[in-house]
């Protein structure tokens, strides 16, 4: 009956990573479906938990916090996870000419969208020479990082949700689940279709919180969304939020939402953030050259854009 299939559907909602995470998957109906539910969905849950104690800026032991600590002094031994993790990041940041860049934290470490604060025109300009992710060097023999510039801070909040996605999704996957979705903020993925029918992921509306501006068909594909509704305040009429433009320092404001579709959690993630920063022309120019990447755009406007393959005839 419809009530049995229903229960083979198994979800949760939760906190992590300064944000609300979702885990949605199915499984057959045998006897110990109940008990395997409660493992992965447990299973899901340490692993955001175990990403976050290692990449969040505002734990002083992360491994993140550690590298900004010391790696402007001397080269930092990092885990196999971070150094791959940066790798990506630093790909990113060659394949989006710099707009997107993780070393944007040196200056954004000074936002505070919490408490309406940003940093002075003085701060912005001194910190500013530090946003360089050529300063970042990677050493592959010694897996170890080392900044060669000082002050310059780096933050994985651009990245770190679409690995943590896409490292859940592997989890289920090694367990035999079929047909999950897993989601962290603005980022998800999908492992399988919705058993005959596709999953359907909304795109929020930018300026109406509670509506959805398109709902999209999708099936093993991951979707990440950034905008400039999600961390922010308004101070004299202008929107500070937390995507920032590694070239001035401030929040960067050509479009108000931007939506990647792709297969790779880590890249949709990194590469919607790099759009954003790069804007309508600049940001659907990229993604028109990257064939397994397709892009949503919302401009200030309100009129969306797509990249050409998801446009009709
Ligand atoms: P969300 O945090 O909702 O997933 P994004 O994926 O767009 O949204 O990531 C935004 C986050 O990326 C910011 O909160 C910040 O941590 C980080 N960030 C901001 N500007 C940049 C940038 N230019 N390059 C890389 N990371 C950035
Ligand atoms: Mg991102
Ligand atoms: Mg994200």
């Known amino acids: 009956s419809t009530n049995t299939a229903w229960a083979q559907w198994h979800q949760k909602t ?6 609300r ?27 955001m938990q175990r990403i976050d104690a290692a990449m969040s800026p505002y734990i002083e032991s992360s491994e993140l916090s550690r590298i900004n600590q010391e790696a402007a002094k001397h080269p930092v031994q990092i885990s196999a996870e971070l150094y791959q993790l940066i790798k990506t990041a630093l790909d990113v940041s060659i394949l989006s000419q710099g ?5 944007y934290a040196s200056v954004g470490y000074h936002y505070n969208y919490r408490k309406h604060q940003k940093p002075s025109e003085a701060q912005i300009s001194k910190s500013l020479t530090a946003i360089d992710y050529q300063a970042i060097k990677l050493n592959s023999k010694e897996q170890s990082i080392q900044f060669d ?3 310059v801070k780096i933050d994985l909040g651009g990245i770190a949700k679409g690995h943590a996605v896409k490292n859940c999704l592997a989890i289920l996957k090694n367990n035999g689940v079929e047909h999950a979705l897993v989601s962290a903020g603005g980022d998800t993925g999908l492992l399988g279709d919705r058993r005959g029918r596709p999953w359907h992921v909304g795109i929020k509306h930018p300026r109406a919180e509670q509506k959805t501006a398109v709902h999209l068909p999708l099936n093993d594909e991951a979707i990440s969304t950034s905008g400039d509704y999600e961390r922010y305040f308004i101070q004299d009429g202008v929107r500070y939020h937390h995507i920032i433009n590694p070239k001035t320092g401030d929040s960067a404001r050509k479009v108000v939402s931007v939506s990647i579709i792709g297969k790779d ?3 949709v993630d990194a590469l919607s953030t790099a759009v954003f920063v790069k804007g309508l022309v600049d940001g659907m120019t990229l993604i028109n ?9 919302i401009d200030n406007q309100q009129t969306m854009h797509v990249s050409r393959g998801l446009q009709q005839n």
Request: aromatic letters at 14%; proline letters at 6%.
């Open 21 to 47: 995470a979702h885990v949605e998957f199915w499984l057959n109906d045998t006897a110990n479906a109940p008990r395997l539910a409660t493992d992965y969905i447990q299973l899901v849950e340490q692993e």
């Open 265 to 267: 959690p880590t890249y």
């Open 14 to 19: 939760f906190n992590v990573m300064g944000t």
């Open 149 to 151: 510039k000082t002050d």
């Open 99 to 103: 707009a997107f860049d993780i070393t």
């Open 289 to 297: 050259k990257l064939p397994e990447f397709e892009a949503i755009i």
